[in-house]
């Protein structure tokens, strides 16, 4: 009679994996009752895994990049205010996207060549907050066409 525990040895020998992550189906009949119990040799498992009655277990895996991030919310951040996004970080998104939209407005022809570089400088100077605090500002200076 062919002890579970060696079966399970030389599954998993076989199928290159843990011995932990064999299984023996449940509800067997007679016929595979009496074949798992005369299985002594490799050949004799390997029968038993062609026949389903040994099989593995499916990996958890790890996780992906998206589940993840999805646990970087409030919650979760350790740290203090300016470790988790810097202050040069934040800086850099904010002038990125200022320029971003100076760029656009020049292309529009919503903005002169003389004006451009003032408020570049202006951007590059950290004047502006926002976005929407440049466009105030371009307004009130009646810089920007309509």
Do not use: C, P
């Amino acid at each position: 009679m062919g002890e579970i525990k060696t079966i399970k040895r030389l599954a998993a020998d076989i199928l290159n994996a843990g011995v932990n992550r064999v299984r023996i189906k449940n509800n067997l009949n007679e016929n595979e009752k009496k074949q798992l119990d005369e299985s002594i040799t490799r050949a004799n498992v390997r029968d038993l895994i062609k026949d389903k009655i040994v099989f593995l277990k499916e990996m958890k895996g790890k996780k992906s990049k998206k589940e993840k991030k999805n646990k970087k919310t409030t919650g979760k951040r350790r740290g203090k205010k300016y470790s988790i996004v810097t202050k040069k970080e934040r800086w850099m998104e904010k002038v990125r996207a200022q320029r971003k939209y100076l760029k656009q407005l020049i292309t529009e022809g919503r903005l002169d060549k003389e004006n451009k570089r003032i408020v570049y400088l202006k951007i590059k100077g950290n004047s502006f907050r926002s976005k929407q605090a440049m466009h105030a500002y371009l307004e009130e200076n009646k810089m920007i066409r309509k």
